[in-house]
């Protein structure tokens, strides 16, 4: 398997295994930009065994962990305990994939709000049988980039829903590029 592959491979299965609704549209584009170049480097570089690709895949998953609604406090707390080591590694993926310092400051505003929002709201726990709605409409970036994550927009989806498959995919073609390592 190609590092670009790896990489995409990465980001489809910690997708498909978070609990909880999709990523929202400005961290879509992020996850097939530079974070799949940050991934790619270090397949190419390190290898698929290495320490550094363990760690490139556990970042994925916190990374999409850290964006779902958290109930409870325990969670919010986890939340705040992990953001440092997860800005961290999102500055260092900016960084390897030489991503715009412009395009670096919006995103991180755009995901530091949208954690702030998760910590601050008071997200009920839903009914251990609830089953998710069917997948609605993607809700669009907002005008102002620099304006608050709106958490009501947030696509819930079940993985086992035909739809999801369809969606991974039209994620994973919307953004196709070559990466020159």
């Known amino acids: 398997m190609t ?10 299965r910690a997708i498909e295994n978070a609990e909880g609704p999709l990523p929202p549209p400005f961290l879509v584009e992020f996850l097939l930009g530079p974070w799949r170049r940050f991934l790619a480097a270090i ?4 290898g698929s065994g290495s320490r550094a690709w363990e760690l490139a895949q556990h970042a994925t998953e916190l990374l ?3 964006i779902a609604p958290k109930a409870t406090e325990a969670e919010k707390t ?5 953001l440092k080591a997860l800005v961290e590694a999102v500055r260092r993926a900016m ?3 030489a991503w715009d310092s412009s395009a670096q400051s919006v995103f991180l505003r755009q995901l ?3 954690h702030l929002q998760l910590i601050k709201r008071e997200t009920p726990a839903p009914p251990p049988d609830a089953k998710l709605p069917p997948l609605g409409e993607v809700p669009r970036q907002p005008a102002d980039p620099g304006a ?10 079940d993985v086992t829903d035909p739809h999801y498959r369809a969606y991974l995919e039209m ?3 919307a953004i196709m590029e070559k990466i020159e390592l």
């Open 3 to 12: 590092s670009f592959g790896a990489a995409t491979a990465v980001i489809d």
């Open 43 to 46: 397949h190419h570089d390190e």
């Open 64 to 66: 999409l962990w850290s």
């Open 78 to 82: 986890a939340l705040g305990n992990a």
């Open 95 to 97: 960084d390897v994939a």
């Open 112 to 114: 530091r709000e949208w």
């Open 148 to 157: 608050p994550a709106d958490l009501a927009d947030t696509v819930h989806l």
């Open 171 to 173: 994620l994973n073609h």
